[in-house]
T-cell receptor, first 114, second 115 residues
Framework: GAGVSQSPSNKVTEKGKDVELRCDPI?????LYWYRQSLGQGLEFLIY????????KSGLPSDRFSAERTGGSVSTLTIQRTQQEDSAVYLC????????????FGAGTRLSVL | AQSVTQLDSQVPVFEEAPVELRCNYS??????LFWYVQYPNQGLQLLLK??????LVESINGFEAEFNKSQTSFHLRKPSVHISDTAEYFC?????????????FGTGTQLKVEL
C-alpha cells in the first residue's frame, strides 16, 4: 500500500480482555517499529523488527505485551489481560533502510480499556 | 542511551509571525535528528531530518532546523506561520551506533497559530 496501515483505528475493551492490534508496513520496508503514545508517558518505543533478526523487545512494559511479524511483513501487537493503564494510541512505523532510520508512521490504533 | 528535551509544551503565535520550537538532546553517540508533526487525530508525519552533511535542513512547507553539535540542539524555525501549521511537533533522535534504531521522542510542543 501507499502508507503504513493500522487496524482497527479504535478499540474499546474491558479490563482483563486480550486485544490484538495489526500493522501493515509500507511494501518493501524491512524494519518495523511499535510505539505507544499516552498522556502521561508521551511517545515510547515498544519493539523493533528488522528482517529475520531477533526483535528488540527492550521497550515492552510488561510480559503481557508481545508482538510478532509474519513473513517479514504484517505485524501483530498483542496485549493480554488489559489494564486501564494500557489505554493509549499504539503507533506502528516502518523504515526502508534502518541505518538511516527514516520511519514512516501509521495513523495509530486508539485503545481504550474500561 | 539518548534523551530529548522540548522545553516548551505550548507555543501560541499570531499568523504571519516567526516561531522557534526548541529541542535539545543528550547522547553518548552520534545521532540522527528528526522533527515530526502530528495534526489533530492523525499519525506522525516526518517534517524534516538531519542525517549528515549540511547542518541546516529545510522542509517543503517553509520550516527549517539547524543541527548545532556544540549546543546539542536542533531547533525548528519558520519565518512566517500559517493557521494550518497548528499542530503538535515532536523532536526525535536515534543513535548511529548502540541503542538500536528506536526513536527517542521529546514530550512535544503544541503550536497554536492565532489570527
Amino acid at each position: 500500500g501507499a502508507g503504513v496501515s493500522q487496524s482497527p483505528s479504535n478499540k474499546v475493551t474491558e479490563k482483563g480482555k486480550d486485544v490484538e492490534l495489526r500493522c501493515d508496513p509500507i511494501s518493501g520496508h524491512t524494519a518495523l517499529y511499535w510505539y505507544r503514545q499516552s498522556l502521561g508517558q508521551g511517545l515510547e518505543f515498544l519493539i523493533y523488527f528488522q528482517g529475520n533478526s531477533a526483535p528488540d523487545k527492550s521497550g515492552l512494559p510488561s510480559d503481557r505485551f508481545s508482538a510478532e511479524r509474519t513473513g517479514g511483513s504484517v505485524s501483530t501487537l498483542t496485549i493480554q489481560r488489559t489494564q486501564q493503564e494500557d489505554s493509549a494510541v499504539y503507533l506502528c512505523a516502518s523504515s526502508l533502510v534502518p541505518s538511516q532510520n527514516i520511519q514512516y508512521f501509521g495513523a495509530g490504533t486508539r485503545l481504550s480499556v474500561l | 542511551a539518548q534523551s530529548v528535551t522540548q522545553l516548551d509544551s505550548q507555543v501560541p503565535v499570531f499568523e504571519e509571525a516567526p516561531v522557534e520550537l526548541r529541542c535539545n538532546y543528550s547522547s553518548s553517540v552520534s545521532v540522527y535528528l528528526f522533527w515530526y508533526v502530528q495534526y489533530p487525530n492523525q499519525g506522525l508525519q516526518l517534517l524534516l531530518k538531519y542525517l549528515s552533511g549540511s547542518t541546516l535542513v529545510e522542509s517543503i512547507n517553509g520550516f527549517e532546523a539547524e543541527f548545532n553539535k556544540s549546543q546539542t540542539s536542533f531547533h525548528l524555525r519558520k519565518p512566517s506561520v500559517h493557521i494550518s501549521d497548528t499542530a503538535e511537533y515532536f523532536c526525535a533522535v536515534s543513535g548511529l551506533t548502540g541503542g538500536g534504531n528506536k526513536l527517542t521522542f521529546g514530550t512535544g510542543t503544541q503550536l497554536k497559530v492565532e489570527l
